[in-house]
């Protein structure tokens, strides 16, 4: 059986442990152009987090705890959410052990364009009934666009949305923005935490 992220320690505990490895990995300041083409002092890539061992099961322990009650499936834009939706759905199967078979949850990636063949799919992976409740997953948000892309997908193919979970706010996104599209955002961290801590 593969280990339990919450085994040995508090959620508290994994959270400074993941907050340790982000300002070390995956921060960086200087001056840089985000993928939304604004300029920031602030640049956040967690995928050297994501895509280690230790930072992917901190981070699917936590995030699994913060999905919306009823949710029987994580689901995000690809690439970054690919390695979050697959840690969260095997971490979830780990920690229930199949004896709370109701928690476990599936994951589904949603492509940026469709299948160019085939059935010309715009998502992948274990498609659950109509109507299920489906959390989204997303490594930084920024301005919400890949977030927003993400469940407008998903809601076309019939699943409601409520609530999407990140690793980091950077806190750049419109006041109204998820608020005007129904949603409501978890992150793990701010980027004000993250870059406050970073200067100690």
């Given amino acids: 059986m ?23 990995d995956a921060y960086r300041k200087g001056e840089f152009k985000l993928s939304s083409g604004e300029t920031s002092e602030h640049y956040i890539n967690c995928k050297p987090v994501i895509l ?11 995030m699994m705890h913060m999905l919306d009650y009823g949710s029987k499936t994580v689901a995000g834009l690809t690439l970054g959410a690919d390695p979050l939706v697959s840690g969260v759905a095997m971490h979830s199967y780990n920690f229930w ?10 994951a589904l990636i ?8 085939g059935t010309s799919a715009w998502i992948e992976g274990p498609m ?17 666009g890949s977030s ?3 469940v407008e997908k998903l809601r076309q193919a019939g ?7 990140s690793i980091v706010d950077r806190q750049e996104h419109k006041p109204f923005t998820f608020f005007d599209a129904q949603l ?17």
């Fill in 110 to 117: 949603v492509r940026k364009e469709p299948k160019g063949h």
């Fill in 52 to 62: 280690s061992a230790k930072g992917l099961c901190l981070v699917s322990g936590l």
């Fill in 97 to 106: 052990n199949n004896n709370y078979s109701e928690y476990i949850v599936n």
């Fill in 2 to 24: 593969l280990r339990n992220c919450f085994d040995e320690k508090t959620k508290e505990g994994q959270r400074l442990e993941l907050l340790e490895m982000l300002k070390k």
């Fill in 159 to 165: 699943y409601e949305v409520e609530r999407i979970v």
């Fill in 148 to 150: 927003l892309k993400a």
């Fill in 128 to 144: 659950p009934p109509e109507g299920s409740k489906v959390t989204v997953l997303e490594d930084v948000v920024t301005t919400g």
């Fill in 184 to 200: 409501e955002l978890k992150s793990i961290f701010t980027l004000e935490e993250i870059a406050f801590h970073n200067e100690k």
